[in-house]
T-cell receptor, first 112, second 116 residues
Framework: DAKTTQPPSMDCAEGRAANLPCNHS???????VYWYRQIHSQGPQYIIH???NNETNEMASLIITEDRKSSTLILPHATLRDTAVYYC?????????????FGQGTELSVKP | IAGITQAPTSQILAAGRRMTLRCTQD?????MYWYRQDLGLGLRLIHY???????GKGEVPDGYSVSRANTDDFPLTLASAVPSQTSVYFC???????????????FGPGTRLLVL
């Protein structure tokens, strides 16, 4: 699975959009980009995933560059409850299952 | 729907003792996983099971064993606990065969284990 690079920390004002970048320059054509987050003391929570098209759900939007070497997770209106560590993961989808490799992630602090 | 439950929530254990961490899911997911999380090291996979009756080793399997007698349960056993196994343990499950979910993993609330 491809390696990802994320900034270690970011701040965001409450109510503003939080844009979390992720570099995955070695991603291969069949690898998906996943985003999870972990709020303090809780288990990781799935946010969104995509292959090459931009994706949106009730939690966030995922923008993947045309060359797929980077992506951005967007929380459109960040709240204090969005303070968490956000993990960008790339992996191949297959029907045999498999592990997620968590890097260090980005610690997002949403401030009033 | 409860999702994934883990027990106990936390435990203090004397070194050398045997301990089983329990994990149960009610989503009928085929695949289940055990991760440990340590400060500065992120989450690391201990063992996994792609389907009932099968198990596999992850990145850090030494000192741990698992079994998968049925779809719902995936217990993790520490045969003889050591202080380096002090950690937060997370169980997860996924449904790899679901094209819609494309193998999203769902995590339990974790078990905090302190080995003295």
């Amino acid at each position: 699975d491809a390696k990802t690079t994320q900034p270690p920390s970011m701040d965001c004002a409450e109510g503003r959009a939080a844009n979390l970048p992720c570099n995955h320059s070695t991603i291969s054509g069949n690898e998906y980009v996943y985003w999870y987050r972990q709020i303090h003391s809780q288990g990781p929570q799935y946010i969104i995933h995509g292959l090459k098209n931009n994706e949106t759900n009730e939690m966030a939007s995922l923008i993947i560059t045309e060359d797929r070497k980077s992506s951005t997770l967007i929380l459109p209106h960040a709240t204090l409850r969005d303070t968490a560590v956000y993990y960008c993961i790339v992996r191949v989808y297959n029907n045999q299952g498999g592990k997620l490799i968590f890097g260090q992630g980005t610690e997002l602090s949403v401030k009033p | 729907i409860a999702g994934i439950t883990q027990a106990p929530t936390s435990q203090i254990l004397a070194a050398g003792r045997r301990m089983t961490l329990r994990c149960t899911q009610d989503m009928r997911h085929n695949a289940m996983y055990w991760y440990r999380q340590d400060l500065g090291l992120g989450l690391r996979l201990i063992h996994y099971s792609n389907t009932a009756g099968t198990t596999g080793k992850g990145e850090v399997p030494d000192g741990y064993s698992v079994s998968r007698a049925n779809t719902d349960d995936f217990p993790l056993t520490l045969a003889s606990a050591v202080p380096s196994q002090t950690s937060v343990y997370f169980c997860a499950s996924s449904d790899p065969a679901s094209a819609r979910l494309q193998e999203t993993q769902y995590f339990g609330p974790g078990t905090r284990l302190l080995v003295l």
